[in-house]
């Protein structure tokens, strides 16, 4: 019910404003509220709002200022220029607070040289992060059922990838550095903690491969991107310890009618060695908090459908479900969360194909809604 409430306020605020605002606000076409004009020649300094719904910190908001080099249209006639589908070039800076006392700022961006034949993602990061660890496989000492914790200091992030010749595929090498400290509301030791796995430093170095054939990178209708990723970290290169972290996903899109678009996310991660517990690999899906599942193996199964209802509103489904295990649980023993719901979308800018919305999850677990901006899966 508040689901269909929402939509039917959207539908009814986008109609009033669509009168109210400047033309380049609306589209043309329909006279509806539209973000294409202004987005694709909107060049330089972008504030833009961040609104937090993540169960795992509770709701927050924030604020980042984003800095276009070159406006989306100029970055579409390049790429068409050149044969070959280029990301925009942005930089940011932005900060976040929300009600468990998280808090943040981040500063970063991503660039293409070349025509797009080579691409660098990173960024910096200063945090205080308040979670809850419920124990490796979900298994922690006696009555306990799960330990705050904050965990607080410094992140970077660093990827330059090269495109494999005329291909939808991008190679490249990354570094990850953590400096964070993990204070537990109890002793370490008395939910089974060893002193190397509250290790502070983590640093490492990794390869990535990367494919996109996406029809869209906002809104996708068909193709699909995946990727692998493979971080080693060493004492050589400034790590409290030594530990490997992987990735591997898919995510596919098919437009099966005019209406009809089905996208399927296969998603595993596992990490080996002396991890860290906070950087264990967890489930991430919607409904299901942050860091709630950890183990040394990951596995997500999710499947979504998007309806259009007509030329700017669509409505989605999504279900799927994941496993952890591992160390200390096997892969029969494993919990089974399941998680599913439904969204509605908002075609915000159609010259871009983006879509914007809400989606509300409900899990085994937990439940959440979430504002999405093109795609929800990350």
Not at 223 to 243: C, L, Q, R, V
Not at 317 to 344: E, I, K, Q
Not at 346 to 361: E, F, K, P, S
Request: charged residues 20%.
């Amino acid at each position: 019910m508040r689901l269909l409430v929402a939509a039917v306020l959207s539908c009814c605020m986008s109609q009033a404003i669509g009168e109210v605002l400047p033309k380049r606000f609306t589209d043309p076409d329909d006279g509806k509220l539209d973000l294409s004009e202004w987005l694709l020649d909107h060049k330089g300094f972008l504030p833009v709002p961040i609104i937090i719904t993540e169960p795992a910190v509770g709701y927050g908001a924030g604020v980042a200022l984003a800095f276009f080099r070159e406006s989306l249209r100029d970055t579409a006639e390049r790429s068409t220029a050149s044969g070959r589908r280029a990301p925009p070039d942005i930089f940011g800076v932005g900060a976040l607070a929300t009600e468990n006392g998280t808090k943040g700022a981040a500063l970063g961006g991503q660039w293409t040289f070349a025509d797009g034949r080579y691409l660098y993602r990173g960024g910096v990061a200063d945090v205080s992060i308040n979670l809850d660890f419920y124990g490796v496989g979900g298994q922690l000492p006696g009555p306990i059922d799960k330990v705050g914790y904050e965990l607080s200091g410094f992140g970077s992030f660093q990827q330059g990838m090269v495109r494999l010749g005329d291909s939808d595929v991008y190679a490249g090498i990354r570094w990850i550095y953590l400096d964070l400290s993990a204070s537990l509301d109890v002793a370490a030791g008395d939910i089974g903690l060893s002193p190397r796995q509250m290790a502070k430093r983590s640093s490492g170095a990794g390869v990535a491969i990367e494919h996109d054939s996406r029809d869209n990178i906002f809104t996708p209708n068909r193709g699909w991107i995946g990727a692998f990723e493979a971080t080693f970290y060493s004492p050589e290169i400034g790590s409290s310890n030594t530990f490997q972290a992987y990735r591997a996903h898919v995510f596919d899109y098919h437009q099966l009618s005019r209406d009809w678009i089905l996208g399927l996310r296969v998603d595993g991660r596992l990490a080996r060695g002396d991890v860290p517990f906070y950087m264990l690999p967890f489930i991430d899906m919607r409904g299901i908090p942050a860091a709630r599942f950890q183990e040394a193996n990951i596995a997500v199964l999710e499947t979504e459908v998007r309806y259009n209802l007509d030329e700017r509103w669509a409505v989605v489904g999504f279900l799927g479900t994941g496993r952890a295990w591992g160390n200390r649980v096997s892969f029969d023993d494993a919990d089974r969360p399941v998680s599913g719901g439904l969204g509605f979308r908002y075609l915000i800018a159609r010259r871009l194909g983006l879509y914007a919305g809400i989606d509300v999850a409900k899990s085994t677990v937990d439940q959440a809604f979430y504002i999405q901006v093109g795609n929800g899966w990350r």
